[in-house]
């Protein structure tokens, strides 16, 4: 009896198995005409999540809405960020895919190792920086978003403390609490922020424990750059303000959202996947904000902001569109006091790329 | 510090310690009987998920909790026959219960993400949690059935020899584990971050598998580790806010040291092992042996 059933197990585990790779190999060779381009995605997390990945997965559709019956697109979602990144990307590029998206930072290698293997494919790898004559680099100036939402916190609080989570200390994330800083203090020079590092790009939990722990500490708005919509709802509960983040969060807390820096691929994969199409791709290094379309503030909250302070927001989007104000105008001192953009001049993006120092008046140091 | 500071420091703290000390209730009582079951953060994720959906489509938290009740039912059952009649390796089965639990959940919960809910008040848990607590200490020591449970995990062949029922007991109590499981679960997508995402149980089942044993299998130590380590992640964080340079990565490790440093602590000491450890703890029972 007990050697039957067991078999039954192995049998039944076996089907399952078997269904499960049918469907998801069904998924991804779906057969096309010659003529049409193939376009594959790599995304780190679910389409559903409502943050980077599903920005991504926004920016896929608008390129199949574009280019229409000329190209084709799959993804592969939940693909983590080691060794099974070779595994996805090759299976992509094996199944005569042009051109391949990876989106996420730590498919660095894992892109360029594949892209050695098949020099007829094109790649994109986004936010990376290890380029090859068929890997393209991209990445989008979210700082420029953190200037408009530093204005918009600097003028609305009333306690003067702004709480700040963010997830690892990297260099994106470190100029965007700089960003963020710079404008804040501009408006109201006694602004304080106050950050907790939660050491996780995704802990729906750990993100409302710290902002709860920061309202508790007198912050009345809760910034975030972490992945969840957590710390929104939280402030919503709390009554206080929060920004969302990569994505329009208005609906998880009406009552809280101020407004949001939108990441928006979709322009950029259209026009990569036309060049494909075109015969025209060459591999470079692509960095674009407000100017460009690839960031985008989400509608402002009318509720909660005056419509001069809209106006403002608004004037400094075009200001960085137009080039007229920058996110980092000297004169810039670091925390130890030191002049590091001088007055008049702008902070290259060299120094953006590798900013790993807190400016003048944030409190705490940079974790190592 | 102030007075409100202090009472809103703890008041987080009992808010996010609540779903460790469910979860770690279950699996104490269910290591008690001498079954491990590893699949904790895949039964809290489907009893995540079950909840959230059914709050979705009917809006009534008594049906949301209820079916999410069930899927713990079923999955530890599932669990159980596997273990206890099949006799399959417990290590493994657990952790395989741990990943299907994270791809059932992320497959249903799939169109569901994203979904605003609004969220239950999180002190009926917190009050049910201490209650549990204290229930199952007063279970495990003071009533015949408890004492029935240990037995059944320190030494299954005599338990037999005495006419307890081995494979019945050890079926409520990986049940018992996985409702609270899913109790955890549905704590964590209905009150305390009311939403769905995948994966948003974000490792709590592996922090409350650890605690049990940090608890060395004490229901009231139990409850005191499990603040432990809640109250340290939330007090970090805020010295954090105030300020003061912490390494933050050693906070996140701190539950697994901890466990660790208790756990060289018991094992050097062969007595105090075998007073608290479940002698027959992942020993499979076979009938009539």
């Given amino acids: 009896m007990k050697k039957q059933s067991l078999v039954l197990v192995v049998i039944a585990a076996i089907v399952v198995i078997a269904g499960i790779f049918f469907i998801t190999n069904q998924n991804i060779q779906k057969d096309v005409s010659d003529d049409q381009k193939k376009i594959g995605f790599i995304y780190i997390g679910p389409p559903g999540d409502h943050g980077w990945t599903y920005m991504h997965d926004v920016g896929r559709q608008y390129l199949e809405k574009e280019l229409g019956d000329s190209v084709s697109t799959t993804y592969i979602e939940n693909v983590p960020e080691n060794a099974d990144a070779?595994?996805?990307?090759?299976?992509?590029?094996?199944?005569?895919?042009?051109?391949?998206?990876?989106?996420?930072?730590?498919?660095?290698?894992?892109t360029l190792e594949v892209a050695s293997e098949f020099p007829d494919v094109k790649f994109e790898h986004a936010t990376g920086f290890k380029r090859a004559d068929n890997v393209s680099t991209y990445s989008a100036r979210f700082y420029e978003g953190r200037t408009v939402i530093g204005h918009i916190a600097g003028k609305m609080t009333e306690t003067n403390t702004i709480g700040y989570i963010v997830?690892?200390?990297?260099?994106?994330?470190?100029?965007?609490?700089?960003?963020?800083?710079?404008?804040?203090?501009k408006v109201n020079p006694d602004v304080k922020i106050k950050i907790i590092w939660v050491y996780s790009w995704y802990d729906p939990g750990k993100e409302a424990d710290a902002a709860n722990t920061l309202i508790n500490q007198g912050a009345d708005i809760i910034v975030q750059h972490t992945d969840s919509y957590a710390p929104c709802q939280a402030a919503e509960k709390a009554g206080v303000l929060a920004f969302g983040q990569a994505s329009n969060q208005e609906a998880f807390c009406p009552n809280a959202h101020m407004t949001a820096i939108e990441d928006i691929w979709g322009p950029y994969y259209a026009a990569k996947a036309q060049a494909v199409v075109d015969g025209t791709w060459s591999s470079e290094d692509t960095w674009q904000g407000f100017k460009d379309g690839m960031v985008e503030m989400s509608p402002y909250n009318e509720k909660l902001l005056s419509s001069d302070l809209i106006a403002e927001a608004k004037a400094i989007e075009e200001g960085i569109e137009n080039g007229t104000i920058h996110s980092f105008e000297g004169p810039i001192y670091n925390q130890a006091g030191e002049l590091v953009v001088k007055e008049g001049e702008v902070a290259d993006d060299g120094m953006l790329a590798s900013m790993m120092f807190y400016v003048q008046g944030i409190d705490g140091e940079v974790p190592q | 510090m102030s007075i409100e500071l202090i009472i809103g420091i703890l008041n987080i703290v009992l808010i996010s310690t609540t779903p460790l000390v469910f979860a770690g209730i279950g699996e104490l009582v269910t290591e008690k009987s001498g079954v491990l079951n590893l699949g904790l953060e895949g039964l809290m994720l489907v009893g995540a998920v079950t909840g959230f959906i059914t709050l979705v489509l009917t809006g009534n938290y008594f049906y949301s909790l209820f079916l999410s009740i069930i899927s713990g039912v079923i999955l530890s059952g599932i669990f159980a026959f596997l273990v206890l009649n099949l006799m399959t390796n417990q290590i493994a089965t657990g952790l395989a219960l741990t990943i299907f639990g994270i791809g059932l959940s992320a497959m249903l919960g799939k169109k569901f993400a994203g979904t605003p809910i609004d969220g239950l008040n999180p002190y009926y848990f917190i009050v049910i949690s201490f209650l549990l607590v204290f229930s199952v200490g007063y279970f495990l020591s003071k009533t015949k059935s408890g004492l029935i449970v240990r037995a059944v995990g320190e030494n299954h062949n005599s338990a037999y020899a005495l006419g307890y029922n081995v494979i019945k007991t050890r079926y409520l109590t990986i049940i018992f584990g996985g409702v609270m499981s899913s109790l955890a679960g549905y704590y964590i997508s209905i009150c305390y971050a009311p939403m769905w995402q995948e994966g948003m149980t974000a490792g709590r089942g592996w922090i409350a598998l650890a605690l049990v044993v940090f608890a060395t299998w004490k229901p009231w130590r139990l409850l005191v580790g499990a603040y432990i380590f809640g109250g340290v992640a939330i007090m970090q964080m805020n010295l954090q806010a105030i300020g003061v340079k912490l390494p933050g990565q050693f906070f996140n490790m701190m539950p697994y040291i901890a466990t660790l440093i208790v756990l060289v602590f018991i094992s050097s000491n062969k007595v105090r092992l075998k007073l608290s450890a479940p002698s027959c703890l992942n020993i499979p029972y076979e009938k009539n042996s």
């Fill in chain 1, 86 to 110: 070779v595994r996805s990307i090759r299976k992509l590029a094996e199944s005569g895919h042009d051109l391949i998206f990876t989106t996420s930072f730590n498919y660095m290698d894992q």
């Fill in chain 1, 167 to 185: 997830s690892f200390p990297i260099p994106e994330v470190i100029r965007g609490i700089n960003a963020f800083y710079l404008a804040a203090s």
